[in-house]
């Protein structure tokens, strides 16, 4: 494959890394926002429980104690939920960072070819140059040899 279809190649292959890295990050800042959800409602919970405490040692009626139980288990179901949506963004989280970090290995390799290719170009050139430096040199000295 020539010098410019792989540097084409890398170029492709480096937005595609681009975006599979934008994606990982936004699939990390979705956990951390699902985190901090759980969070806001475990201290919901913590606070409604307080409230009942305190409702409780003033007195509080059957039905009035029933209607607090009952938010109580409303909030410990929306926190399950929250826990099951965070282990699957966790998922999320470990099979985006795996696909950007092979889309990486892909790059570099790709990168690592055209540093080879370039080296293999130079090599030629160098090789090249050196047969003509030689040639001219050799026949500057036959040349000499002459007109002696």
Not at 78 to 92: E, H, L, P, R, S
Request: aromatic share 6%; hydrophobic share 40%; no cysteine.
């Amino acid at each position: 494959m020539a010098l410019k279809q792989l540097e084409l190649v890398l170029k492709i292959t480096n937005d595609k890394e681009e975006k599979l890295r934008m994606e990982y990050l936004k699939s990390q800042q979705y956990l951390i926002e699902n985190r901090e959800k759980l969070t806001g409602l475990s201290e919901f919970r913590f606070d409604y429980m307080k409230q009942l405490q305190l409702k409780g040692e003033a007195g509080l009626s059957g039905a009035n104690y029933s209607h607090f139980q009952s938010f109580i288990t409303k909030i410990e179901n929306a926190m399950d939920q929250q826990v099951q949506v965070i282990n699957t963004a966790k998922q999320v989280v470990a099979q985006r960072q795996e696909i950007w970090l092979e889309q990486q290995m892909k790059a570099k390799a790709i990168e690592k070819l055209i540093a080879k290719k370039q080296a293999l170009k130079t090599a030629k050139l160098n090789k090249a140059e050196q047969i003509d430096l030689d040639e001219l040199t050799t026949n500057q000295f036959i040349q000499r040899q002459r007109q002696l």
